[in-house]
């Protein structure tokens, strides 16, 4: 045998492990992951994020937030179908399949691949800040548009009008803080979507994950940041209330509850839980000092990843 030729070693390193580091099979068993081979996908998958340009993450953010219309849509022919909640809540997740497995920019996905870079130092608070503020924009415009080609196109047939109507009217009526609770769970599960997709290795397995966690955040009458955008600006633009009136009793407390429940109840217990906090075998990366992962700089993206 040529003494170029790869070793047994070289070949299996080839299959299990990516091109940026992160394992493709698991180490002990190759069908699963362990707790920290799923924290180095998420490490490995952030870290192309937060390298994406303004444009890139802004019209990502539209095209998901656009795609959340079919969600909210969904909704509203689901309660216009049946009155029984758990088959109204059947098309819940199309939007949501859409988006994942399209890697589309989602906020509520975004409170654990980028948090993770910035807990292990290889992003600073700033540059997650950035994310969060270009997505979450990105996702309000396109559910904006979404909700106004339906509340002015003439989309909907008069039943299933009133049912959307109806998603916003109920927001309104629930209370801010069960709003925000309700939030809570929602983000957990949300993030936790993202945790269990990096430990998946099929479309498929993808596929039901992802349709039964969203189904489940609607037949629990759970509440998620873009939809209830969706879902509240669909009632502005009919007239059944003003934007200010939706933002601080529907919207905000929403945002604040998906927001800690994605954070601290999934992205901090996991990473918690971990032993190895960075992708070892990407030798390029290098954590930033505590004053670049508190303030940034302007030569961050260069201090975390050379070419």
């Known amino acids: 045998m040529s003494s ?10 080839s299959i299990d492990q990516a091109k940026s580091g992160a394992p493709a099979a698991g180490r002990a068993v190759r069908q699963r992951f362990s707790t920290d081979e799923i924290f180095q996908r998420v490490v490995a998958s952030a870290d192309e994020e937060v390298e994406a340009t303004d444009r890139e993450l802004l019209l990502s953010g539209v095209a998901a937030g656009f795609a959340i219309t079919l969600t909210f849509l969904g909704s509203a022919v689901g309660a216009a179908v049946s009155s029984n909640e758990f088959l109204a809540a059947i098309l819940y997740p199309i939007g949501f399949i859409y988006i994942i497995l399209g890697r589309y920019q989602l906020y509520t996905e975004n409170t654990l691949p980028p948090v993770a870079l910035v807990l292990t ?36 047939e008069p039943e299933t009008a009133r049912m959307a109507t109806n998603l916003g009217k109920h927001g309104l009526s629930v209370g801010w803080w069960a709003l925000f609770y309700k939030a809570v769970f929602a983000g957990w599960l949300v993030a936790g979507v993202v945790w269990l997709d990096h430990a998946a290795r099929d479309t498929i397995t993808r596929f039901v994950l992802i349709y039964v966690i969203f189904y489940t955040i609607s037949a629990g009458n759970l509440y998620h940041i873009v939809v209830t ?13 003003t934007l200010s009136a939706v933002f601080t009793e529907f919207w905000l407390p929403v945002f604040l509850g998906n927001t800690i429940g994605g954070v601290f109840l999934v992205t901090l217990v996991n990473y918690g839980q971990t032993q190895e906090r960075h992708v070892p075998t990407q030798e390029s990366w290098s954590r930033l000092g505590t004053r ?12 975390e990843v050379e070419d």
Not at 4 to 13: V, Y
Not at 231 to 240: K, P, R, T, W
């Open 4 to 13: 170029d030729s790869p070793s047994e070693e070289d070949i299996r390193k």
């Open 121 to 156: 130092h290889l992003a600073s608070i700033p540059k997650l800040l950035r994310i969060w503020s270009i997505v979450l924009l990105g996702n309000i415009l396109g559910a904006g548009l979404g909700a106004f080609v339906l509340a002015q196109g003439n989309v909907l």
């Open 229 to 241: 955008g969706c879902e509240a600006l669909y009632y502005v633009f009919i007239g059944g209330a």
């Open 292 to 303: 670049e992962w508190f303030l940034g700089t302007s030569s961050e993206g260069n201090s």
